[in-house]
Nanobody, 114 residues
């Protein structure tokens, strides 16, 4: 069973940056579309960004131009560079496959103050 572990969250002021990382115990990144999701209090989990097996990326309109998704297949890591953070980015961030989800990890908390 693949284990997903997110890290890198924290408390930052609006306009600041964070880099989130996701580690997986199995070699899944080369064979699956990978994605970051987030869930704010009282809201459903939403897709933030995804990266295809060919390396193409897609972003939610709300983060386009500010976030950058990347992966390292050899290291089984997935990263999300978050720039120009806004208070509305505050949420718990999770990584997972885009489809056929694995068991969710603990996520990492991102809090952006105004």
């Amino acid at each position: 069973q693949v284990q997903l572990v997110e890290s890198g969250g924290g408390l930052v002021q609006a306009g600041g940056s964070l880099r989130l990382s996701c580690a997986a115990s199995g070699s899944i990144f080369s064979a699956n579309y990978m994605a970051w999701y987030r869930q704010a209090p009282g809201k459903q989990r939403e897709l933030v960004a995804l990266i295809t097996t060919s390396g193409s990326t897609n972003y939610a309109d709300s983060v386009k131009g500010r976030f950058t998704l990347s992966r390292d297949n050899a290291k089984n890591t997935l990263n999300l560079q978050m720039n120009s953070l806004k208070p509305e980015d505050t949420a718990v961030y999770y990584c997972n496959t885009y489809r056929n989800w694995l068991p969710w990890g603990q996520g990492t908390q991102v809090t952006v103050s105004s």
